[in-house]
Nanobody, 124 residues
């Protein structure tokens, strides 16, 4: 599985961005996909995840109600719509994938496939 993230940039507090992750590989229907982020000097943290086939989702408490994860079968692309952005959302965002749809774990060690990061900077 290969993942290619894009869509990061500089935005003011309260603004919005949409991240994209193009996914390629076999058996995607059996995969769970997700987004993690890593701020300078901090550990990588879970943001959101979705099952590729069923569309079940899971969110970190810090982004619930502001971020929406989704996927488009036709384009083999996963999205993260981010609204009401805050300076504390500033980080490098990574898309990731794992086999298995029964769980959407928040531990990054359970996701073996990673794309390159895309930087999101929220100015105050």
């Amino acid at each position: 599985v290969q993942l290619q993230a894009s869509g990061g940039g500089l935005v003011q507090t309260g603004g919005s961005l949409r991240l994209s992750c193009v996914v390629s590989g076999r058996n995607l229907n059996s995969h769970g996909m997700g987004w993690f982020r890593q701020a300078p000097g901090k550990e990588r943290e879970f943001v959101a995840a979705i099952t590729w086939r069923g569309g079940s989702t899971r969110y970190a408490d810090s982004v619930k109600g502001r971020f929406t994860i989704s996927r488009d079968y036709a384009l083999d692309t996963m999205y993260l719509r981010m609204n009401s952005l805050k300076p504390e959302d500033t980080a490098v965002y990574y898309c990731t994938s794992r086999q298995g749809m029964t769980r959407l774990p928040v531990d990054s060690n359970e996701y073996p496939y990673w794309g390159q990061g895309t930087l999101v900077t929220v100015s105050s």
